[in-house]
């Protein structure tokens, strides 16, 4: 296995689990804007994101085989991108929870903003304290959204 820092590899290995969990949620009849409670918006938020970060840690581990010399700000692109474009596709798709909408709002605002940042800049989520994806975590962690909350 090639050597990578932690940090690299704990980013990479979160957004994989969140990818992935994108990946595992399905509509349902519930999924309509405001008919689901918190705790389902916030279960199936979790998978989404546990699934999009395991997604982009497989990415990783396909990419270093072809890229063994990569360094982290040039997997950004290929290996943390897409999942997280798929994890705030299925995000929206959840509709908002009813009672909670503008918590859910605010968090898919400020990843969005920070996936927009991301594509932008990607050496930005290698820089130190550059993650822009820090004040989404932080709604995560605070409306309970597990996984959601330890993105890139």
Partial sequence: MI??????????????????AVAGCGGSDDSAEGSLTKAQ????????????ASEQYKNAGLYLR???EADEAEMIEPVAIPPLEKQLK???ELGLPREHE?????????F???LGELK?????????????????NRLAEKYEYGDC???P
Avoid: M, W, Y
């Fill in 41 to 52: 918006f916030a279960k199936r938020a979790d998978l989404i994101c546990s699934n999009a």
């Fill in 120 to 136: 932008k800049d990607p050496e930005v989520a290698v820089s130190p304290g550059g993650n822009p994806f820090d004040q989404a």
């Fill in 90 to 92: 299925e995000l929206e």
């Fill in 66 to 68: 072809e890229h063994p």
């Fill in 112 to 114: 969005e903003e920070a």
């Fill in 3 to 20: 050597d990578r820092p932690p940090t690299l590899l704990a980013a990479l290995a979160t957004l994989v689990a969140a990818l992935l």
């Fill in 102 to 110: 503008a918590e859910a709002e605010a968090f898919l605002q400020e």
């Fill in 149 to 151: 909350s330890q993105s």
